[in-house]
């Protein structure tokens, strides 16, 4: 009997024992879902995100890619500052949108990479609207219009028309449209660094021809009257040039074309206009 007694109650503990590790293992799991659940809604809560006018505004600087090695537009004075039509119209749409430039110098074949990487809030420096780039790219409203014309050297009896660069060698930037001119037209393309080192090839015998850009060539004249190149034929289409951004960016392209806009009104685009071409350069 007493055997029996002991056997039942051992039975009972046993049971009891059971029950109560059932319970703190459901506790521990429910604690356990909770804690992943509450982790869970942290994760998928995100605040919104702050637009790119946003962004600048409270950082206080618009960052601006930039070459600093293609004059007249982006480059390094003999004083060693940067300056520009370019930068200078950067510089004033900056001030009108109430906050600093910080310009981060780039060679031309990274600077779209850069702009992809978001190291800039946008580019300023020639950049050709192109459907091409309008499929990935925002564009401001365009600040510049120019020409593409064929660069020869004073003694070039060869070359007289852009047909007649087929098989020549032609100092280009590889990403820049004024390449495709070159291509279209048969050159064979040796990659430059900007339009300085494509006259410094040029000039030193070691390319035939470099397709640019007509404003930089008038510039270079300008600065360097005896330099021995001349232009040989250009593109009758122009070419309209503006601010480069990354998709998406509405608020601070519509801010960006405000400031152009009022730039043309008040008369300061023309006054940096005619600083650097003598001109109006926008039409």
Not at 6 to 32: F, I, R
Not at 117 to 126: H, I, L, P, S, T
Request: proline share 3%; net charge negative; aromatic share 6%.
């Amino acid at each position: 009997m007493k055997k029996l007694s002991l056997l039942v109650l051992t039975l009972v503990l046993t049971a009891l024992l059971a029950a109560a590790c059932g319970a703190n293992k459901t506790g521990n799991n429910q604690a356990e879902n909770k804690g992943a659940a509450g982790e869970g809604t942290t994760t998928t809560e995100q605040p919104t995100a702050q637009n790119t006018l946003e962004a600048v505004k409270s950082s206080g600087k618009l960052r601006i890619g930039t070459e600093g090695t293609y004059a007249p537009f982006t480059f390094h004075d003999k004083s060693g500052k940067l300056t520009g039509f370019d930068v200078e119209i950067a510089e004033e749409v900056a001030k009108r949108l109430g906050v600093q430039p910080e310009f981060i110098e780039t060679p031309w074949d990274g600077i779209f990479a850069g702009l992809d990487a978001k190291r800039f809030d946008a580019v300023f420096n020639e950049v050709t609207i192109r459907d091409d780039r309008k499929e990935k790219y925002d564009f401001s409203d365009p600040y510049i219009v120019s020409r593409a014309v064929l660069i020869v050297r004073e003694d070039n009896k060869d070359i007289q028309k852009f047909a007649d660069i087929k098989g020549k060698k032609a100092g280009q930037s590889l990403t820049s449209n004024l390449t495709d001119i070159a291509k279209q037209n048969g050159a064979e393309i040796v990659a430059t660094e900007g339009f300085n080192q494509a006259i410094d090839l040029l000039l030193s015998k070691r390319i035939d021809v470099t397709v640019n850009d007509g404003l930089s060539y008038l510039d270079l004249k300008k600065q360097r009257p005896d330099v021995p190149l001349k232009v040989v034929d250009e593109m009758p289409e122009a070419a309209e040039s503006a601010a480069l951004f990354n998709k998406g960016n509405t608020e601070l392209v519509e801010a960006v074309n405000k400031a152009l806009a009022d730039m043309k009104n008040d008369g300061k685009y023309l006054e940096i206009s005619k600083k650097y071409f003598g001109e109006d350069v926008s039409k």
